[in-house]
């Protein structure tokens, strides 16, 4: 009994000494570490890394202005009514001059279109504008001047009936050039120096802004200077009338099909392939009747040719010829079997022939250095004694 009675004062130790390290190690831990909440921008996510128009999006419905993204020129497009703004930040590369016309009868019916272009470059070969082209406008990259102010400088916009001004950071390079075809009305135009960024004109009872780049409007710049004002001031201006329209912006429009851009950009090579496609159908469509019996050249082998060459020489008696011919062809094939007899006299080559044919030197000897034919069998018995031999190596 005082035996259980020790061990178990033992264990109560035990367990006491290791309640304290476990407390005094997590009295240390407490004291030196820290509990401290970091904030890490992680970047766009979500719809915002495909939209770079979506805060924009966000602002304009949180400012009370119905805002959504349109798809155009497909089957379930939403339709567009009068006094509704539509705002296209792309370069329009798949607008032909159909969908072109379309959405100028629909400025012309009321609606307010925000445009901008790809930039007009003589160096590279660009899509037509159909829209600017009729317009009789184009944007332009050119240099600053020494006198012009200097970059990362924003751009003033003088805000109508007040005193006071807006700043829109536009890329200093991009500006807006008329053509002299332009007779439209300006109603407002952004002007920097020398340079116009912006410009809105009439067009029947709707109108038409051109910018010179949209990156002002996009999720990474919308919160700097005035931007996302200015964006809002566009959504909401009303020509001649008071009616609110919903904000749509387009970032993806239905492109053309492979074949359309061929038909539109290559029509001759289209005529060309559309042509070659239907000869090769009509040469393969099966024809009744008989078949033309074309009677072609028999083509022999190689070996029927030879045969020919041999009794021709046969015929005209150059038996030394086709003697000659034979005994080269088995000088290369004694080289290439045993390349060490070429240093080898006469007499010593027979006698290797001999040894491994089985025939008398003599004979062999005549084959093939006696050039005397006088009758048929001589020449016979010359070609069979060199066969053998032949086969022998």
């Given at each position: 009994?005082?035996?259980?009675?020790?061990?178990?004062?033992?264990?109560?130790?035990?367990?006491?000494?290791?309640?304290?390290?476990?407390?005094?190690?997590?009295?240390?831990?407490?004291?030196?570490?820290?509990?401290?909440?970091?904030?890490?921008?992680?970047?766009?996510?979500?719809?915002?890394?495909?939209?770079?128009?979506?805060?924009?999006?966000?602002?304009?419905?949180?400012?009370?202005?119905?805002?959504?993204?349109?798809?155009?020129?497909?089957?379930?497009?939403?339709?567009?009514?009068?006094?509704?703004?539509?705002?296209?930040?792309?370069?329009?590369?798949?607008?032909?001059?159909?969908?072109?016309?379309?959405?100028?009868?629909?400025?012309?019916q009321g609606g307010h279109?925000?445009?901008?272009?790809?930039?007009?470059?003589?160096?590279?070969?660009?899509?037509?504008?159909?829209?600017?082209?009729?317009?009789?406008?184009f944007i332009e990259r050119?240099?600053?001047?020494?006198?012009?102010?200097?970059?990362?400088?924003?751009?003033?916009?003088?805000?109508?009936?007040?005193?006071?001004?807006?700043?829109?950071?536009?890329?200093?390079?991009?500006?807006?050039?008329?053509?002299?075809?332009?007779?439209?009305?300006?109603?407002?135009?952004?002007?920097?120096?020398?340079?116009?960024?912006?410009?809105?004109?009439?067009?029947?009872?709707?109108?038409?802004?051109?910018?010179?780049?949209?990156?002002?409007?996009?999720?990474?710049?919308?919160?700097?200077?005035?931007?996302?004002?200015?964006?809002?001031?566009?959504?909401?201006?009303?020509?001649?009338?008071?009616?609110?329209?919903?904000?749509?912006?387009?970032?993806?429009?239905?492109?053309?099909?492979?074949?359309?851009?061929?038909?539109?950009?290559?029509?001759?090579?289209?005529l060309s392939f559309l042509?070659?496609?239907?000869?090769?159908?009509?040469?393969?469509?099966?024809?009744?009747?008989?078949?033309?019996?074309?009677?072609?050249?028999?083509?022999?082998?190689?070996?029927?040719?030879?045969?020919?060459?041999?009794?021709?020489?046969?015929?005209?008696?150059?038996?030394?010829?086709?003697?000659?011919?034979?005994?080269?062809?088995?000088?290369?094939?004694?080289?290439?079997?045993?390349?060490?007899?070429?240093?080898?006299?006469?007499?010593?080559?027979?006698?290797?022939?001999?040894?491994?044919?089985?025939?008398?030197?003599?004979?062999?000897?005549?084959?093939?250095?006696?050039?005397?034919?006088?009758?048929?069998?001589?020449?016979?018995?010359?070609?069979?004694?060199?066969?053998?031999?032949?086969?022998?190596?």
């Amino acid at each position: 009994m005082q035996l259980t009675g020790n061990k178990s004062n033992s264990n109560l130790i035990s367990y006491g000494v290791l309640v304290l390290v476990i407390t005094g190690l997590a009295a240390w831990l407490y004291s030196v570490l820290e509990y401290r909440m970091v904030k890490e921008d992680k970047g766009y996510q979500g719809e915002a890394v495909t939209n770079p128009y979506l805060a924009a999006e966000f602002f304009l419905r949180r400012m009370g202005q119905k805002a959504e993204k349109i798809k155009l020129f497909t089957d379930n497009q939403i339709q567009l009514n009068s006094y509704d703004t539509l705002l296209i930040p792309n370069v329009r590369l798949a607008f032909d001059s159909r969908r072109s016309d379309e959405l100028l009868q629909w400025v012309d019916q009321g609606g307010h279109l925000i445009i901008t272009a790809q930039v007009d470059a003589e160096s590279k070969i660009s899509s037509r504008d159909h829209i600017l082209e009729e317009l009789g406008l184009f944007i332009e990259r050119q240099a600053l001047n020494e006198n012009s102010l200097q970059l990362e400088e924003p751009v003033n916009i003088a805000i109508e009936d007040e005193d006071d001004f807006w700043q829109a950071d536009f890329d200093d390079y991009l500006m807006i050039s008329t053509t002299s075809e332009f007779n439209s009305e300006i109603i407002w135009s952004i002007d920097d120096d020398d340079r116009t960024h912006a410009l809105q004109i009439k067009r029947g009872n709707g109108r038409l802004t051109l910018l010179s780049d949209m990156r002002l409007f996009r999720n990474r710049y919308i919160d700097a200077y005035d931007h996302a004002a200015f964006l809002l001031s566009l959504a909401n201006d009303q020509l001649l009338s008071g009616d609110a329209g919903v904000f749509y912006y387009s970032l993806f429009d239905d492109q053309m099909s492979l074949w359309q851009w061929l038909w539109k950009n290559a029509s001759t090579f289209m005529l060309s392939f559309l042509l070659l496609v239907i000869i090769i159908l009509w040469m393969l469509i099966p024809r009744f009747g008989p078949l033309i019996n074309v009677h072609q050249p028999v083509r022999r082998q190689f070996l029927d040719h030879l045969t020919a060459s041999g009794n021709y020489h046969w015929r005209q008696g150059h038996y030394y010829r086709l003697l000659i011919a034979v005994r080269k062809q088995l000088s290369h094939r004694v080289k290439l079997t045993y390349p060490e007899w070429s240093n080898l006299s006469k007499q010593d080559q027979i006698s290797h022939l001999a040894e491994i044919s089985q025939l008398e030197s003599l004979v062999i000897e005549r084959a093939l250095f006696d050039s005397r034919i006088e009758q048929v069998n001589d020449f016979t018995n010359k070609i069979k004694i060199l066969e053998k031999l032949r086969k022998s190596l």
